[in-house]
């Protein structure tokens, strides 16, 4: 049989009806003239690998992303923004092999208005 997604449980963390308009898809129908802004404003998406590639940990260790991520966030921080922070997890990526000489490269997807430090 095939997995249709009304056989789905319904997830917690659902996200709201989307509706179509020529400018793209909002959450709901919105008086553009009064909206604040659109939902997706101000939000980031970090993933500790490309769309279909392994995401790596250790059991003794955890995650080479996670690990990296804090390191760089709690030395740049200070003087860097968020999106330069992420560049410069992407750019040790690239070029550290993992402790098992596996490349992977952190994706990430950015709506931020402002610049986050």
């Not at 997890?89 to 490349?103: A, G, R």
Request: proline content about 8%; glycine content about 4%; some cysteine.
């Amino acid at each position: 049989p095939s997995l249709r997604s009304d056989n789905l449980p319904e997830s917690r963390h659902q996200l709201p009806p989307t509706h179509h308009s020529d400018q793209g898809p909002t959450s709901s129908p919105v008086d553009t003239r009064s909206a604040r802004g659109a939902d997706t404003s101000d939000m980031c998406f970090v993933h500790s690998s490309s769309y279909g590639y392994k995401a790596y940990r250790t059991t003794t260790r955890g995650s080479p992303f996670i690990t990296v991520f804090t390191q760089k966030v709690i030395e740049l921080a200070r003087h860097k923004e968020f999106r330069d922070i992420i560049q410069k997890i992407q750019n040790h990526f690239n070029k550290e092999p993992l402790s098992n000489n596996k490349m992977t490269l952190p994706d990430f997807s950015v709506q931020l208005m402002n610049k986050w430090f």
